[in-house]
């Protein structure tokens, strides 16, 4: 990823002091330390964030496009419509992060933590999740289609009305989960742990997706489809 930081005279306004829409475009900010501060509105695009600290921080409708925010932590952050659209955040942690409709299309953010965000209507299309932790997450009618989730845990999440469609789901932990409204239409299912899961009212799932998923007899599945032989699955090594 590439970003254009502010030369000249124009790096005047990197120097600014942070607070509600300030405009650190293009600046070089990492090891930040910005914790409980109102940052509502702050544009970052294209900036460096690395290794900066903005937990428990007011930034409902930041911009934080194409801005590299990887191991920062947004711990209890308020960034409700927030915009991260293809930010690269390897091992960001949001735990318990308002990502109410905030926008993370085509983001790279493998292996981050978003463990118990509020994230309903948020959009990860097409972004780059793979091996992250969505644990007691709520992603009603999040957007995840075209997502990369393999391996992701979604454990105790709320995923109804969820949009899968077309993502990769291999691997990913979907157990006991109650999926009513979730869209599976071209996903690919390879592994899938869905392990006591409610599929009854989902969308868009073939026989072919659930004959190399994961199962187990109290799994539900919907009207004409059946369990395969493999259920319940092997033990892998991880």
């Known amino acids: 990823m590439g970003f254009f930081l502010c030369a000249g005279g124009a790096a005047a306004k990197c120097q600014d002091a942070p607070g509600a829409r300030v405009d650190w475009s293009g600046c070089s900010k990492a090891r930040l330390m910005l914790t409980g501060e109102d940052l509502t ?121 969820t949009d899968f469609s077309y993502s990769n789901l291999s691997r990913a932990r979907l157990d006991g989960l109650d999926l009513q409204g979730a869209n599976f239409t071209g996903s690919y299912m390879y592994l899938t742990q869905l392990g006591g899961a409610n599929l009854r009212e989902v969308t868009g799932l073939t026989q072919a997706q659930i004959d190399i998923a994961c199962g187990t007899p109290q799994t539900q599945l919907p009207a004409g489809l059946t369990p395969p032989k493999s259920w319940p699955c092997k033990e892998e090594e991880d």
């Open 41 to 161: 509105g702050t544009i970052f695009h294209r900036s460096l964030l690395t290794l900066s600290d903005f937990a428990s921080s007011k930034m409902a409708g930041a911009n934080l496009s194409e801005t590299e925010i990887s191991r920062t932590r947004f711990e209890g952050a308020d960034l409700s419509k927030a915009d991260f659209t293809k930010a690269l955040g390897w091992r960001a942690n949001f735990g318990q992060a308002n990502l109410t409709g905030a926008v993370f299309s085509s983001a790279d953010m493998s292996r981050s933590n978003f463990a118990q965000v509020k994230a309903a209507g948020a959009n990860f299309g097409k972004a780059e999740l793979n091996r992250s932790d969505f644990s007691g997450a709520d992603l009603t009618g999040a957007n995840l289609s075209k997502a990369e989730l393999a391996r992701v845990l979604f454990q105790s999440a709320k995923l109804i009305k």
